[in-house]
């Protein structure tokens, strides 16, 4: 049996389809990866229309590079280790609330905690969830179609 994913052509894309808490479509997200080490990712969507970007290098995740700063459906995309105005209010207030109070805020703005410090006895960091797992955490689905 033979697979379009194992083929060459099959290996050098991939392609994501975004649905809403009622299964509803939302948008559509393709990327490139060439030879020469550089992903191309188009994002459509009827809300936030036809988006575009490339990430270059080596040595990282480019497809969630290319996507930081597009929108789906109203909803910013960030890289890696993301910040925001909230995740810093956020990450100051950590050593004064629970664990469970400080996840949930977090997860609330589809963020996460990270560098727990024992000695301290709570996390000192805050984050975006990168690229489509934004989107997984405010409850919409990600397909991945190829």
Do not use: W
């Not at 191309?40 to 590079?65: E, I, P």
């Not at 950590?94 to 301290?120: C, F, H, I, T, W």
Request: include cysteine; charge should be positive.
């Amino acid at each position: 049996m033979k697979y379009v994913a194992d083929t060459t052509g099959g290996k050098s894309i991939s392609a994501y389809i975004v649905l809403n808490k009622k299964g509803d479509y939302v948008a559509k997200v393709t990327a490139f990866y060439s030879n020469g080490g550089t992903c191309l990712v188009n994002v459509f969507s009827d809300l936030d229309g036809f988006q575009y970007a490339t990430a270059r290098g080596g040595g990282y995740d480019k497809f969630t590079s290319a996507l930081a700063g597009m929108q789906i459906d109203g909803i910013r995309l960030f890289d890696h280790c993301g910040r925001t105005e909230g995740t810093k209010a956020l990450q100051d207030k950590l050593p004064r609330l629970s664990l469970e109070v400080a996840q949930k805020r977090a997860a609330n703005m589809g963020a996460s905690l990270a560098n727990y410090d024992s000695g301290k006895g709570h996390y000192t960091s805050v984050y975006m969830d990168s690229g489509l797992d934004r989107l997984k955490a405010f409850g919409y689905r990600v397909i991945q179609a190829i």
